[in-house]
């Protein structure tokens, strides 16, 4: 079974950066599509970020032009690099496969938290 490890969050000033990372245990990791997502208290889990398994990318709307999603097949780890940090986007972040796709477990994720 497929286990998720996201790293890197922790408390940043508006308009500071962070660099999320994800790995995944297991063979078939670079044949899957993978996505970043988030949750913030109160609210639904929302997609972020996705990368297919050739490296194409796409954003959701609130983050487009300030997080990069990036991946190291050779490592089992994904990325996602935050710039222009604002106080909304403070979130607990998880990765997992692809939005399209069934769900593996979800980990613990990582808590990223903005300050104004």
């Known amino acids: 079974q497929v286990q998720l490890v996201e790293s890197g969050g922790g408390l940043v000033q508006a308009g500071g950066s962070l660099r999320l990372s994800c790995t995944a245990s297991?063979?078939?990791?670079?044949?899957?599509?993978m996505g970043w997502y988030r949750q913030a208290p109160g609210k639904q889990r929302e997609f972020v970020a996705g990368?297919?398994?050739?490296?194409?990318?796409n954003y959701a709307d609130s983050v487009k032009g300030r997080f990069t999603m990036s991946r190291d097949n050779a490592k089992n780890t994904v990325y996602l690099q935050m710039n222009s940090l604002k106080p909304e986007d403070t979130a607990v972040y998880y990765c997992?496969?692809?939005?399209?796709?069934?769900?593996?477990?979800w980990g613990k994720g990582t808590l990223v938290t903005v300050s104004s």
């Open positions: 990368i297919s398994k050739g490296g194409a990318t």
């Open positions: 297991g063979s078939t990791f670079s044949i899957n599509a």
């Open positions: 997992n496969r692809e939005r399209f796709y069934v769900s593996w477990p």
